[in-house]
């Protein structure tokens, strides 16, 4: 998508363009990345953000959110 839309993370417009193409609403997206400052700037435009350290703590994120 970044090709199509010259934007790339964490340009926090990416994630605004992402959003309204798929017709999702912010606080109801969960956002997962490696990156922190990826992670951040879906923070900023009001996602849910996860920042991905290995497959078990991403578990317990989600499950914590009710998403497992």
């Known amino acids: 998508m970044s090709g199509q839309v010259g934007l790339t993370k ?7 363009v992402s959003l309204r193409r798929f017709g ?3 606080e109801s997206t969960v956002f997962v990345d490696d ?8 923070i900023e435009v009001g996602m849910t953000g996860l920042l991905f350290t290995d ?3 991403l578990r317990t994120d989600l499950t914590e959110l ?3």
């Open 35 to 42: 990156r922190q400052n990826n992670v951040d700037a879906s």
């Open 55 to 57: 497959a078990a703590r």
């Open 24 to 26: 999702l609403a912010a």
């Open 10 to 16: 964490p340009d926090p417009e990416i994630y605004r």
């Open 66 to 68: 009710g998403l497992l």
